[in-house]
């Protein structure tokens, strides 16, 4: 399912170690060329999933965010008072303090459910994550307008995949394999035959001797 965009010069799974986390997850790396779409680059995604159903825009830090305070977890080694960002794709945490500063990334469609009350806002992310699996609470007076922006995205995500997925196959179903292939496979199966006819041989042979 690799992407198909000609500014892409190589693209692949690799192991990085995060320096926050100090462990060690995949990920998949696109190294792009310069193009009228920006400069030579090298973009990181959760899987390669990703990778082909995003719109490759960069991150809007025009997004709202909201004002949260992340509950100690095991899956990390902050807690305490942060920002939280939600954009098309991704739950982003930032450093209270210096707003360039991010904590965390948690890829949307690596979220396995969410929800929300008055206060709290939370949600468990899956094993493709850079936390890992895990729960994740926060407190906040924001969770409702949290819980809204996470789950229209979601949704909107969805229903992009389940678009490309019904694309691609109808691209399928209108692919015919031509005479050649058809003859080969064909072919292939009368001599699997074949081998089989003669191993029978070969055993009854072999009894008749003994």
Known sequence: MASNFNDIVKQGYVKIRSRKLGIFRRCWLVFKKASSKGPRRLEKFPDEKAAYFRNFHKVNHAFLRFNVYLMPTPNLDIYGECT???????????????????????????????????????????????????????????????????????????????RLM??????????????????????????VGEIYSLQGKFLLNTCHDY
């Open 84 to 162: 939280m960002q939600i954009t098309h794709e991704n739950i982003y945490l930032w450093d209270i303090h210096n707003a360039k500063v991010k904590l965390v990334m948690w890829p949307l469609s690596s979220l396995r459910r969410y929800g929300r009350d008055s206060t709290w806002f939370t949600f468990e992310s899956g094993r493709m994550c850079d936390t890992g699996e895990g729960l994740f609470t926060f407190q906040t007076r924001e969770g409702e307008m949290i819980y809204q922006k996470v789950h229209s995205a979601t949704l909107a995500i969805a229903e992009q995949h389940e």
């Open 166 to 191: 019904m694309e691609m196959e109808q691209k399928a179903r209108s692919i015919s394999l031509p005479r050649s292939a058809y003859w080969h496979h064909i072919t292939r199966q009368n001599s």
